[in-house]
């Protein structure tokens, strides 16, 4: 029923009841099959909102705010009816166990609380005409349904993404009717509970804003694309390809946990599902031939964390940053794709070279499946992807559309599936029919399970959002802009730090929502300042919204409260902060890719058409990071020394920026040969370990596959 596979990946992990409790509180594709009549009823209505959001994407010509209010509605009546008010795995004790038993199991008072919160979320559709005559003016029972509706989402938000967010949201809440009584300092002009629940629940600049209007017309969909895909066996046809072909290198047990968390991770947009996902199988080869436990841990953490990078779903946030930018989707998958793969193939080095410092070697190639027999039996997997794709890219077709026909083909893929099967096999093809509709529909199911935390952490964030319109993003951008004392440099370092505090405790999405609405203006603003050699700098507002996004991204394995770390913790049976500070480290050469390309908009494609520019680009920006790796590692083909680490220092910055090196004697047109300075000191660098080494350079830990 609300499951997302038939199979429980927690369950092969042979997870503690805590880390389950904990797991299964940040992600609800990991919540455990329920049966009774409370799980049909559950599952009945998440298929129902499925069907809902595929009819809006097709044949149900509605307007936006419509969708919106019936998709908040169905997603906070779900969190009530699947949710309890705590998740308390402790022992109970005879003084309170009654009470912790009520506040741990589903009860009556959770599914009134359902039933009014969606009809609340409903009321500005019931009373639709009313509200537009009155519009400012609301009346009491306006008032009402709009001060229970944040009530109660705030709870349902706390329920299924913790406690941050809704925090935040009450601390900008009381800012607003506070702001007249502070000191002169921070002092707001505020604004009157008349207004402040007009703008948030009676318009579309608060709840039912931006972020809650992506969630309902475009990311729902995605969702149910990876929900439908991982249903169909494509999850698990990713992670088997991944390991046949790279399993026989050196490190490949690693290398195979990057692709497979890269081919998942594009689809599924969660960090965490796709840890438990391919970690349940990838986690325990790195260690068999030979990784440490919390460095086996932390590549999967590492690798999943950067599925949200990846297009096409990027955790949700990239439909939000093209509706915030204003620019087709395809235009921020196109943004996203160097820095993205860069940072994969970057992870890719890593994974060799820690291998090559503990001199390990690949799992031997008769205890791998066949790459060739592999894919040959998981090639139709492939299809509905490549579709997606080719109406993306090639056809330029909306992603609601585009994903909508691919969902199409899924479907057909699901049913004919066991049907084909069963009658390979020579069993009833009307079972196998039967199987696969069933299989249909829990993955109908898991689609709207699966989006409880996107579509609650979105109208949350509307809450934020919607203050900053109500005149407080005036006042703090005076704030940052004072804080910063008008330099862009110590702005972005503010907004990278707090998008890192923030990210401790915020999902992905509701980070970037929330940095982006604060920093992103005014970063362009003080970028469009300044002088780099004597060249302008027009930094666009899809370099800033990226900025603030990529280092929202490390919230999942941001110690000490990163989930995805939690996660691969808790499968590779190590400690959750030691794993949390490796990933960490090994997601800082992510980190250093907003810095560059704040500036150097050819990281992000801007204004570049040209695909043989474009992979040469690409290329050298893996290079670079790479060079980055190595250096913070500490090891390029053997251990560096001191030079060594400054060559790769200087390669780095000239590769990721070639215009600082070349500002000084070349025009902007001829910024390329900076290129040429950072290969040639990879060179020299390569030279100097070969010399320091001698020619032996297997037993010292060359990189050699």
Request: aromatic letters at 12%; glycine letters at 8%.
């Amino acid at each position: 029923m609300p499951h997302t596979s038939s199979h429980d990946p927690l369950k092969q992990a042979k997870l503690s009841d805590e880390d389950r409790e904990k797991l299964q509180g940040a992600d609800l594709s990991l919540r455990k099959a329920d049966f009774s009549l409370k799980g049909y009823i559950v599952a009945a209505i998440a298929i129902c909102w499925s069907l809902f959001q595929l009819a809006t994407a097709s044949f149900l010509l509605l307007d936006t705010l419509v969708i919106k209010a019936v998709h908040l509605a169905f997603a906070i009546g779900l969190v009530f009816l699947t949710i309890p008010f705590s998740k308390l795995s402790e022992k109970l004790n005879s003084d309170s166990w009654r009470v912790r038993l009520r506040l741990t199991r589903i009860g009556i008072l959770d599914i009134c609380f359902g039933i009014l919160a969606s009809v609340c979320a409903l009321y500005i559709l019931i009373d639709y005409d009313g509200i537009a005559a009155r519009s400012g003016v609301p009346i009491g029972r306006d008032l009402f349904f709009g001060v229970v509706l944040l009530l109660l989402m705030l709870e349902a938000t706390r329920r299924v993404i913790g406690p941050a967010l809704p925090i935040i949201a009450t601390f900008f809440t009381l800012y607003i009717f506070t702001g007249p009584y502070l000191p002169d300092a921070i002092a707001f002009k505020g604004a009157s509970l008349t207004r402040f629940v007009s703008q948030m629940t009676m318009a579309t600049e608060g709840v039912y804003g931006v972020p809650l209007g992506v969630s309902a017309t475009v990311v729902f969909l995605f969702v149910l694309f990876g929900s439908l895909l991982d249903r169909a066996g494509g999850g698990a046809f990713f992670i088997r390809l991944a390991i046949s072909g790279l399993g026989q290198f050196r490190g490949g047990a690693a290398k195979a946990a990057v692709l497979a968390s890269a081919f998942t991770g594009m689809v599924s947009g969660s960090s965490i599902a796709n840890v438990v996902t391919a970690g349940t199988f990838t986690i325990p080869l790195m260690k068999k031939v030979g990784y440490p436990s919390h460095k086996a841990a932390a590549i999967e953490v590492a690798a999943s964390v950067n599925g949200q990078l990846a297009p096409p779903v990027m955790g949700a946030a990239a439909f939000i940053i093209a509706e915030y930018v204003n620019v087709p989707y395809v235009e921020v998958a196109k943004a996203a794709a160097i820095p993205a793969f860069a940072a994969y193939a970057a992870l890719l080095w890593i994974t060799h070279i820690e291998a090559c410092k503990l001199n390990l070697h690949g799992v031997p190639k008769s205890e791998l499946p066949s790459f060739t027999q592999t894919f040959k039996e998981g090639f139709h997997y492939l299809i509905p992807v490549l579709l997606l794709l080719y109406e993306l890219v090639v056809l330029q077709h909306s992603a609601s559309l585009s994903v909508f026909r691919a969902i199409l083909l899924l479907v057909a893929i699901i049913i004919a599936q066991p049907v084909i099967r069963a009658r390979v096999r020579g069993t009833s093809m009307l079972r196998g029919l039967w199987f696969g509709f069933t299989e249909l529909l829990g993955a109908l199911a898991s689609g709207g399970i699966n989006m409880l935390s996107v579509a609650m952490a979105t109208a949350t964030a509307g809450i934020i959002v919607g203050c900053v319109s109500l005149g407080l993003g005036q006042q703090i951008t005076s704030f940052v802009e004072v804080l910063s004392c008008g330099n862009i440099y110590l702005l972005l370092i503010i907004t990278a730090l707090a998008s890192l505090l923030l990210g401790m405790g915020l999902p992905t999405t509701a980070n970037y929502i929330i940095i982006a609405s604060l920093t992103a203006p005014i970063l362009v603003n003080l970028a469009n300042g300044v002088t780099i050699h004597g060249m302008d700098i027009v930094v666009p507002l899809m370099a800033a919204h990226l900025f603030c996004f990529y280092f929202g991204i490390m919230a999942d394995d941001t110690p000490p409260v990163g989930l995805a770390a939690y996660a691969g913790a808790a499968i590779a049976s190590c400690s959750p902060i030691i794993t949390g500070v490796q990933a960490f480290l090994y997601d800082i050469r992510t980190a250093i890719l907003p810095l560059f390309f704040f500036f150097n908009h050819d990281i992000i494609l801007w204004n570049i058409h040209s695909v043989p520019l474009g992979i040469f680009i690409y290329l050298m920006t893996a290079i670079a990071c790479m060079a980055f790796g190595s250096l913070t590692q500490g090891w390029f083909f053997a251990k560096n020394t001191f030079l060594e680490s400054l060559l790769l220092l200087f390669a780095t910055v000239v590769m990721m920026y070639p215009y600082l090196l070349t500002g000084f004697f070349l025009p902007y047109e001829d910024r390329f040969w900076g290129y040429a300075a950072g290969l040639a000191a990879l060179a020299i660098t390569w030279l100097l370990q070969r010399i320091r080494t001698g020619k032996i350079l297997g037993n010292t830990g060359a990189a050699t596959l």
